[in-house]
């Protein structure tokens, strides 16, 4: 699984780098040109496409984490283990929901300032003491991709450490079965 979302990530990352970059490369989004409206409309594309996809990713990982913390519970029921590894896959698979929770809430809200910030838009675009809606716009884009960075860090971290718990659970198990004379496939 650390393979498939490693690769995942990076593609996620070119996704929200590409489209903060074409946002960043728009001269002047009010300008009624057809150059304007076209970046504008690429800018506004690719974001929509990155945030799908990152948000995807978080619910490809939470997704994961649920069907092994099942699949852990199960095994251990049944082959009667200890509850520690349960315990230590839940712990750290909990603590990382907060952190999905935030960056998919700062996804969004990058989202809703950049259509707040589009001339286009019914909606007012004043600002916000003195601050321009496409400056904050930008600044939130700028947090949102760092922090989905750092959390898609600490996910692939969780994914590899709950790999090695796995791995010492079907170590266990294979054991047993040895022990009771069942058999051991490889």
């Known amino acids: 699984m650390k393979n498939v979302f490693l690769t995942l990530w990076i593609f996620s990352t070119i996704l929200l780098v590409t489209a903060l970059v074409l946002g960043l490369s728009i001269d002047n989004p009010a300008a009624n040109t057809p150059e304007a409206r076209h970046s504008v409309n690429l ?36 082959y009667q283990l200890s509850k520690e590894r349960i315990e230590e896959s839940r712990s750290s698979k909990y603590s990382l929901i907060v952190a999905m929770s935030v960056s998919l809430f700062l996804l969004i809200l990058t989202g809703a300032f950049g ?72």
């Open 43 to 78: 800018h506004f594309l690719t974001a929509v496409g990155a945030l799908i996809f990152a948000s995807l990713l978080h619910a490809i990982v939470l997704t994961y984490f649920m069907g092994t913390g099942r699949w852990m519970e199960e095994t251990s029921k049944v």
């Open 115 to 186: 259509a707040m910030a589009d001339p286009a838009t019914p909606a007012g675009n004043d600002g916000f003491m003195g601050v321009s809606i496409a400056t904050i716009h930008f600044m939130v884009a700028m947090l949102t991709v760092g922090v989905n960075l750092c959390v898609n860090f600490l996910e692939y971290l969780t994914i590899k450490n709950n790999g090695v718990l796995i791995q010492k659970v079907m170590q266990e198990v294979l054991s047993i079965r040895k022990k009771k004379g069942l058999p051991v496939e490889a």
